[in-house]
């Protein structure tokens, strides 16, 4: 350990804080839902599996669309849109009403049990800072107040594991890398990434997993979220 002393939180956000699968199933039936009523030539030409299995072979063709995940559906149903009859600048139009749609929905997400009292002892004591590669909005689940800035893939132009996001922290905070603490459940995505920079890590193993990434170990791992400011405090004591 660096010995240093801590001056930023950065945390992962799906699967970290929330349950992300149901609720990004429930937002594209919303999304497919809306379709259905406004667009219904759409939805007999593209069933909502069809339109998941297009979005993964637009991925598949254009790969710098994949970790920007707000421009992939809104693209896929401009495309589906279009592939149905309508006109481009309609189709344009269209998507972007669909994609709110679905983007509403995606952060109506419940909080992890101990999640906000966490957060917000946590940010008391020091500046956090989320960094994803999904596009949930902050505002709308509530919880942009205890952040001191929100990264996304799309934002940045790079996804984790790659290192952008996580120097993006570092500049906005002005700390180095031994001074920070990143939080998160992807083993590769957020602790091997962040322990490959210096940064010092907490797992949270919500599934009570085993570790299988060989290039380090977490500093800290957690299986509940209430144990989150404990796993922090003993990492700032070293």
């Known amino acids: 350990m660096t010995g240093q002393a801590v001056r930023l939180l950065t945390l992962d956000l799906d699967n970290t804080l929330w349950e992300t699968d149901p609720v990004i199933i429930r937002a594209e039936k919303a999304c497919h839902d809306w379709i259905v009523h406004n667009v219904p030539q759409a939805a007999d030409f593209y ?21 920007r995940v707000s421009k992939l559906r809104e693209e896929v149903l401009r495309r589906v849109f279009m592939q149905s009859g309508i006109d481009r600048d309609q189709a344009a139009l269209l998507a972007a009403e669909a994609f709110a749609v679905f983007y509403r929905a995606r952060s109506e997400v419940t909080l992890f049990d101990g999640a906000l009292e966490a957060l917000t002892q946590l940010a008391g004591d020091y500046p956090l800072i989320a960094l994803t590669n999904g596009n949930a909005n902050l505002e709308q689940i509530g919880i942009r107040s205890l952040f001191r800035a929100h990264f996304s893939a799309e934002d940045i132009g790079a996804p984790k594991p790659q290192p952008d996001l996580f120097y993006q922290a570092l ?51 957690i299986t509940h979220l209430s144990q989150l400011p404990a796993a922090v405090a003993a990492l700032s004591r070293r």
């Open 47 to 67: 069933s909502l599996e069809a339109i998941r299995e297009y979005r993964n072979q637009i991925a598949a063709c254009y790969p710098d669309l994949r970790f």
């Open 171 to 221: 500049a906005e905070a002005g700390v180095e890398a031994g001074e920070c603490i990143h939080i998160g459940d992807h083993q590769e995505q957020d602790v091997a990434a962040a322990a490959r920079l210096g940064f010092r890590t907490v797992w949270v193993n919500l599934a009570d997993a085993a570790w299988a990434e060989p290039s380090c170990v977490p500093d800290q791992e």
